[in-house]
């Protein structure tokens, strides 16, 4: 299945996890990151566990600010997910 990470064709906390590799970093903004982490948020059910992953923060020219990771650390936070940092 192809399908938009801003708009996810699946209902309301249908997932027990979920998984996204490599692909927030894409978003060209940090509005559309908020969204589709929002969007992932969405249909997971609640203590359903996530994993993102986006380019180390270590890399030299990295595209995804420490602000960024702020952000996903939020906004799992309020809606009763955890964040783990590996």
């Known amino acids: 299945m192809i399908c938009d ?3 996810l064709p699946f209902r309301d906390e249908c997932f ?3 998984l ?3 692909v927030i970093h894409h978003f060209a903004t940090t509005e559309r ?3 589709a982490l929002k969007e992932l948020a ?3 059910r609640i203590g359903g566990k996530l994993m993102v992953s986006v380019w180390a923060m270590e890399q030299r020219h990295r595209k995804v ?3 960024t990771n702020l952000l ?3 906004i799992l936070f309020y809606s009763s997910y955890t964040y783990l940092h590996l």
Request: no cysteine; hydrophobic share 50%.
């Open 16 to 18: 027990d996890a979920g």
């Open 33 to 35: 990151r908020v969204a």
């Open 5 to 7: 990470n801003l708009a």
């Open 65 to 67: 600010s420490s602000s």
């Open 20 to 22: 996204s590799i490599a």
């Open 42 to 44: 969405r249909v997971l």
């Open 72 to 74: 996903l650390q939020r």
